[in-house]
């Protein structure tokens, strides 16, 4: 399999973790029987909410 094919989406999708429908990503980690792609969409899930965090935290004037 090309890598390409792969990687590239998923890299363009984490791009912009502002684009990226978070509850979508919590509901089909609570809802999905599958444990492997539960522990995917978790991940993906942790990921997009520390992207945001660094945004939030990296802004001038924010203060904890």
Request: charged share 35%; proline share 6%; hydrophobic share 40%.
């Amino acid at each position: 399999m090309d890598e390409k094919k792969v990687l590239k989406p998923i890299d363009e999708m984490l791009a912009d973790p502002w684009q990226i429908d978070i509850q979508e990503l919590f509901e089909a980690s609570v809802n999905e029987p599958d444990e492997i792609k539960r522990n995917l969409y978790d991940s993906l899930y942790t990921y997009v909410l520390q992207k945001r965090q660094e945004d939030i935290i990296s802004r001038p004037g924010f203060v904890i």
